[in-house]
């Protein structure tokens, strides 16, 4: 049961309440902090939350489509076009240089979120959202007609990660206007358009090239895009009134919340690796022995997984709470991320690519769920865009770190015990996190604490070891610079 509405001192955030014995579960807790945070202004709206109904599916159907076409074509399909360009296009640009395309693609997704969040929570938000749509969908085409890596870089990499990435925050926070009970299921489902398009557009990509040629397989990949997204703009919408909030695009005070503050740092260091495994799978499983034309499959495999993680950790978090379900399944993904690279048949690499796809998609599935419910449910576009800007730092330098790493020492162990140790830090981290955000009282009387101490040192031995050998070994930024 919610407290009554109280003053909150200044030196208290809202979001932080002193510890309650009948806690429950940290779902429980987040919920009651960010209701305890509503202003008098969303009291109303939030009280009326649907938790389903036909305006508000359509919505999540919309931000599913919204998914589809921007995590689920820039992230799940680069391993296609690495490769591709490595041995076709590009063939003489190393691929650490070529995945600097990926990188800056997927970070761009995230990078604007700090300003899209801003104009989301001022009520901006159809008319950013229809035009970020119509300049990806050009983007895409323009993307065939490229021949040098400059224009790739320029069209694929940036403008193509950054009208991605207009569309995409928002389309996941409105999620917190239409939902509240059922926000882990609905983030789920939303989700799952990126794990559709991971399945789709590897595997049209995979049977088109050798078909039609790279031109026409791309610009197949804009009319896909230009559908999805004709749907999405007629259907998606906010529900909340804009929000005249303070302190412009930052809202600094936010990181007083030291779980905030230690959530930002994690989601950089896990976007650090969490790519490297889907970027790299391919090209790895063809260095064993697989077929080319069987290694693509890998991914659609690894997203068809990570379709079940991700609505299985939604249901799931409804239950037990976010950073709960979240905990085990990252370390999973971490540990797969080390054994990938030992993997050394057709057969351990489907193994490989099915459990690392089912875990890391609860996390893609669950990162935004925190931050949304850290504060008032007003300025959750400003969290989500301070939170998305500090991850995109971890996925714009994951993907050429492990290219450099590659390159250098010619295998896939030494990325793969680089990206392994920056999952396991940020599962470390998020076992930190679910102390600050007041573990329940009855759980915790079953808590090893000796047990949590030594996982969090073993995960800062291990992201402290991998940043060692990353500086002193593999990142010498004479060669970095003129790889750029």
Not at 82 to 92: G, T
Not at 170 to 194: D, E, Q, T, Y
Not at 428 to 435: E, V
Request: aromatic share 12%; glycine share 10%; hydrophobic share 45%.
């Amino acid at each position: 049961m919610l407290h009554e509405k109280t003053t909150i001192s200044p030196d208290v955030q809202p979001g932080l309440t002193p510890p309650r014995p009948d806690t429950i579960t940290d779902d429980q807790e987040l919920h009651e902090r960010s209701s305890q945070g509503i202003t008098d202004k969303y009291a109303k709206y939030v009280g009326g939350t649907p938790d389903g109904g036909l305006k508000a599916w359509s919505v999540i159907v919309a931000s599913m489509l919204t998914t589809f076409c921007s995590l689920g074509y820039v992230n799940s399909t680069w391993g296609i076009f690495q490769d591709y360009y490595e041995r076709v296009l590009l063939p003489d640009e190393s691929p650490s240089t070529i995945a600097w395309i990926g990188s800056v693609q997927i970070a761009f997704i995230f990078l604007p979120g700090l300003i899209t969040g801003r104009l989301f929570d001022l009520g901006h938000f159809k008319i950013p959202y229809f035009a970020a749509s119509c300049g990806l969908i050009v983007c895409t085409f323009l993307t065939a007609e490229c021949k040098h890596y400059w224009q790739f870089f320029l069209v694929q990499g940036l403008f193509t990660g950054l009208f991605s990435g207009i569309i995409y925050a928002p389309a996941v926070s409105v999620v917190s206007h239409w939902f509240s009970k059922k926000k882990g299921m609905a983030l789920g489902i939303v989700s799952i358009g990126s794990s559709l398009g991971g399945i789709l557009f590897p595997i049209a990509g995979q049977n088109l090239l050798p078909l039609v040629g790279f031109k026409w397989t791309v610009r197949t990949f804009g009319l896909m895009i230009l559908i999805a997204l004709g749907i999405a703009n007629l259907t998606i919408d906010r529900r909340l009134p804009p929000a005249n909030v303070q302190d412009g695009l930052l809202n600094l005070t936010a990181f007083r919340n030291p779980a905030y503050t230690i959530y930002c740092i994690s989601g950089m260091a896990c976007f650090l690796g969490l790519y490297t495994a889907l970027t790299y799978l391919p090209l790895s499983a063809t260095a064993v022995g697989v077929s080319t034309n069987f290694s693509f499959y890998l991914v659609a495999i690894a997203n068809a997984a990570s379709g079940f993680g991700r609505l299985s950790a939604g249901l799931l978090a409804d239950q037990l709470g976010p950073l709960n379900a979240m905990i085990p399944f990252t370390s999973l993904a971490g540990i797969l991320t080390f054994a990938w690279p030992y993997a050394s048949s057709q057969r351990e690499l489907i193994a490989i690519s099915l459990i690392y796809g089912f875990a890391s998609g609860t996390y893609v599935s669950l990162f935004v769920a925190p931050p949304m419910a850290m504060g008032d449910v007003g300025d959750v576009g400003r969290r989500m865009g301070m939170f998305m800007t500090i991850a995109a730092l971890g996925t714009l330098a994951g993907p050429p770190i492990s290219g450099a790493i590659n390159a250098w020492t010619g295998g896939f162990k030494d990325p793969g015990f680089y990206a392994g140790g920056s999952l396991l830090c940020c599962f470390s981290r998020y076992r930190r996190i679910r102390a600050l955000l007041v573990v329940p009282v009855c759980f915790r009387r079953h808590v090893n604490a000796q047990c949590d101490i030594l996982l969090t040192v073993a995960g800062g031995i291990v992201m402290f070891s991998v940043l060692l050998l990353f500086v002193v070994r593999y990142l010498h930024l004479g060669q970095l610079c003129g790889k750029c």
